[in-house]
T-cell receptor, first 114, second 111 residues
């Protein structure tokens, strides 16, 4: 079946601009996660949704970052007033509930802030 | 919060030899330990996982061991092949589903 889909695959934006990154999880997966991966590093947790609500947003670095999942399926990660330090690969993953299901990752969106 | 350390950061082996990657975790409440393989330009892909009530798990050429007392777990790849070359990540998760990753091991299998 279809895996986790992330769009766009690449995004180049200028410092100060607003960007939206989209994630389509695997059908039927109620849990959705956003991670950020810098070059040479492991994925860093940002936020986790269970259904429509953010169950854990402790990884969001500051209030310029926000994520939504209004219907419990597609999620959008929004970054305001982008900075060069936001450049990274943003990964989305989904999993079945309950606890204990493996995470399935998309191929990520590579964000470059110039 | 949880902290996962991974060693080595790079590993080169001859084709056919074994490769071992080791990880330690800090939170004794972690109960699920997946391993992911990441190829260039792709997202991490789950290759094997182990739960805290099991000490060892094997799937063909891949095996994982877990020592809960020492809080460390390891990935073993036997009979390595060039297609095993990739970056491998260990991870740990508590029951509320937040997964913490290690810093990765770049494995190179030399033909």
């Amino acid at each position: 079946g279809a895996g986790v889909s992330q769009t766009p695959s690449n995004k180049v934006t200028e410092k100060g601009k607003y960007v939206e990154l989209r994630c389509d999880p695997i059908s039927g997966h109620t849990a959705l996660y956003w991670y950020r991966q810098s070059l040479g590093q492991g994925p860093e947790f940002l936020i986790y949704f269970q259904g429509t609500g953010a169950a854990d947003d402790s990884g969001l670095p500051n209030d310029r970052f926000f994520a939504v999942r209004p219907e419990g399926s597609v999620s959008t990660l929004k970054i305001q007033r982008t900075e060069r330090g936001d450049s990274a690969v943003y990964l989305c993953a989904s999993s079945l509930a309950p606890t204990g299901s493996p995470l399935h990752f998309g191929n990520g969106t590579r964000l470059t802030v110039t | 919060g949880e902290n996962v350390e991974q060693h080595p950061s790079t590993l080169s082996v001859q084709e056919g030899d074994s490769a071992v990657i080791k990880c330690t975790y800090s939170d004794s409440a972690s109960n699920y330990f997946p391993w992911y393989k990441q190829e260039l330009g792709k997202g991490p892909q789950l290759i094997i996982d182990i739960r805290s009530n099991v000490g060892e798990k094997k799937d063909q050429r891949i095996a994982v061991t877990l020592n809960k007392t020492a809080k460390h777990f390891s990935l073993h790849i036997t009979e390595t092949q060039p297609e095993d070359s990739a970056v491998y990540f260990c991870a740990a998760r508590q029951s509320y589903q937040k997964v913490t990753f290690g810093t990765g091991t770049k494995l190179q299998v030399i033909p």
